[in-house]
C-alpha cells in the first residue's frame, strides 16, 4: 500500500520548526542572528561620522600684530580648526604636517596689518595635509569662507569711507530639509540597516546549508517525504522572520539612540524588506550550492557582499562614479532597498514614491531565488 500523502502545510512547519531547534541551539548563531547585529549598529552609528571638526592646525604668526592675532582667534571660535601648535615660521608649521602632528598649517605672514591698512592686497596661506581629503576640504573651505567674509566687509568699509555707496548684494540664506542639523547617523543608519541584513542573511544561510551537507544532516532530510520546494521554504523562513526582526530592532535602537527619525510608513519599509531578503538570502543559497564547505561558503559571501556594499551608494553616491560603474550598480539589490529605507523614513516616500525601487527588488529577489532553487533542486538531484 502506498503510504499516505503528507500535506504540503505539514512538510513545510516540520522544516521550519526544525530549523528554528536547530538554529537556537547554537548559542554562537544566535548572537550573530540578533545581538551582533544591535552591537554593530552602535559601533557604526557612532563610528561613521561625515562631519569634519577641529581639524588639528598648526598656526604661524610671523605678523604679530593685533589683526592677526584677532584674526587667528576668529578662525579658531568656530571649532573648525583646533590649535595644535604655534610656530615661528612657514617651515616649521609645515613640519607639523609632516610628522602628523597637524592636518593644516596657517600661515600669516610678515607685514599683514600693514598691507591691509595701506589698501594694498594681503595674502595668507593654508598648507594642507591631502592624504584625508575630505578633512583638507573642509579646514580650506573654513579658512577661504573667513577670509572671504572679511575681504567683502573690508571692501565695503572703505567704500563708505570714501563717500561711495557699496554695490548691492545677494545674499543666500539655506533651509535644510528632512535632516535640518546635518547629522551622520540619521543618513547613516539606514545604510547601516541594509549593510547588516545583506551581511546576516546572506552568510548565515549560505554556512548553513554547507554545514548541513558537511555533516550529512541534508542528505537525511532527502530521505523523507518532505517535497524539495517546502524544504527550501522552510529552511529560508526562519531567516526572513530574523531578518525583519533586526530590522525592528535596529529602527528603535536607532530611533531611540541616534534619533533617527521614523517619518514614512512601516508597511512601506516591511514590503521592502520583504523584497530585499528574497535577493540576500536567494544569493546565499545559491552560494551553497557552489560551496563544498563552510569556509569556501564563508568566502563566497564575502565576494559578493563587499562588491554590493561598494556599489550601494550607502557611504559615497553612486552618481559620483564612473558612468560604467553606473551601470554596474544598477543591478545591485543593496541600492535600491537602501534608497527605500532612506526615503521612507527621512523624507516619509510612500509607496507611490517609492514603486520604481520596490519593483527592481521584486525583479532581483524572483530571478535570484529562481536561478538559486533550480540549482539547489539539481544539487539534490
Not at 115 to 139: H, I, K, S
Not at 194 to 211: D, H, Q
Not at 269 to 281: E, K, N, P, R
Request: aromatic share 6%; glycine share 8%.
Amino acid at each position: 500500500m502506498n503510504a499516505p500523502r503528507i500535506p504540503g502545510r505539514i512538510q513545510f512547519l516540520a522544516v521550519v520548526r526544525k530549523e528554528v531547534l536547530q538554529t537556537t541551539r547554537d548559542r554562537r548563531l544566535v548572537f550573530m542572528l540578533v545581538v551582533a547585529p544591535l552591537l554593530q549598529t552602535i559601533v557604526f552609528g557612532y563610528a561613521v561620522d561625515f562631519q569634519v571638526d577641529r581639524v588639528p592646525t598648526a598656526l604661524s604668526d610671523s605678523d604679530r600684530s593685533a589683526l592677526s592675532r584677532e584674526h587667528l582667534r576668529r578662525l579658531l571660535a568656530d571649532g573648525t580648526l583646533r590649535e595644535a601648535s604655534r610656530e615661528s615660521s612657514a617651515r616649521e608649521a609645515e613640519h607639523r604636517l609632516e610628522t602628523g602632528e597637524a592636518a593644516a598649517a596657517l600661515v600669516l605672514p610678515a607685514g599683514l596689518e600693514r598691507d591691509v591698512l595701506a589698501g594694498r592686497p594681503a595674502e595668507v596661506q593654508v598648507v594642507l595635509d591631502g592624504t584625508d581629503p575630505n578633512r583638507a576640504q573642509t579646514a580650506a573651505a573654513a579658512v577661504s569662507r573667513y577670509f572671504g567674509e572679511q575681504g567683502s566687509l573690508l571692501a565695503m568699509e572703505r567704500l563708505r569711507q570714501a563717500g561711495m555707496r557699496p554695490p548691492p548684494t545677494v545674499r543666500a540664506t539655506p533651509r535644510v530639509l528632512y535632516n535640518p542639523s546635518l547629522r551622520s547617523p540619521p543618513f547613516m543608519i539606514p545604510g547601516i540597516m541594509a549593510m547588516l541584513l545583506l551581511i546576516v542573511t546572506t552568510v548565515v544561510t549560505a554556512m548553513g546549508l554547507s554545514r548541513e551537507r558537511e555533516m550529512g544532516t541534508l542528505e537525511q532530510v532527502l530521505v523523507t517525504p518532505v517535497r524539495p520546494i517546502w524544504l527550501l521554504t522552510g529552511k529560508m523562513a526562519p531567516y526572513m522572520a530574523t531578518g525583519l526582526l533586526d530590522v525592528v530592532l535596529v529602527l528603535a535602537l536607532g530611533s531611540w539612540l541616534f534619533d533617527v527619525p521614523l517619518r514614512g510608513s512601516l508597511p512601506v519599509l516591511a514590503s521592502g524588506t520583504l523584497l530585499y531578503l528574497l535577493s540576500t538570502l536567494g544569493m546565499g543559497l545559491l552560494i551553497s550550492t557552489t560551496a563544498t564547505s563552510q569556509q569556501q561558503a564563508f568566502l563566497g559571501g564575502l565576494f559578493f557582499i563587499l562588491p554590493a556594499m561598494l556599489l550601494s551608494g550607502i557611504m559615497t553616491p553612486v552618481r559620483a562614479m564612473p558612468a560604467w560603474l553606473q551601470a554596474v550598480a544598477a543591478l545591485n539589490p543593496v541600492r535600491y532597498f537602501a534608497e527605500v529605507a532612506r526615503l521612507s523614513l527621512l523624507k516619509g516616500a510612500g509607496f507611490a514614491d517609492l514603486w520604481p525601487q520596490l519593483a527592481a527588488l521584486l525583479a532581483f529577489g524572483i530571478a535570484i531565488l529562481a536561478v538559486a532553487s533550480m540549482r539547489f533542486r539539481k544539487r539534490l538531484g
